[in-house]
């Protein structure tokens, strides 16, 4: 069992930045698939961005040039550096682990994106 925690969200302007960190409870090998996931109000839970573990990045086009995944495995933790944020980025952004057979999904952090 892996627990994940998602941190950084809170509420920013349009066009601000926010960088979102998810931290494991255990060791993240290099087999870990990362990725990021967004469900807002009233909506389906939507793919963001995945990071595998060779390093390759894929983004959604929603986010694309707006948005950077990266991760450290010495520290257990994937990032999102969100930018030029907009009104339609206010979710609830969950953190995703794949290993092998097994996935695991952090509790989200609330982005809110408004003036």
């Known amino acids: 069992q892996v627990q994940l925690v998602e941190s950084g969200g809170g509420l920013v302007q349009p066009g601000g930045s926010l960088r979102l960190s998810c931290t494991a409870s255990?060791?993240?090998?290099?087999?870990?698939?990362m990725a990021w996931y967004r469900q807002a109000p009233g909506q389906q839970r939507e793919w963001v961005a995945t990071i595998t573990n060779g390093g390759s990045t894929n983004y959604a086009d929603s986010v694309k040039g707006r948005s950077t995944i990266s991760r450290d495995n010495a520290k257990a933790t994937v990032y999102l550096q969100m930018n030029r944020l907009k009104p339609e980025d206010t979710a609830v952004y969950y953190c995703?682990?794949?290993?092998?057979?097994?996935?695991?999904w952090g509790q989200g952090t609330q982005v809110t994106v408004s003036s």
């Open positions: 995703r682990l794949t290993r092998g057979p097994f996935t695991f």
């Open positions: 255990r060791s993240i090998f290099s087999i870990d698939t």
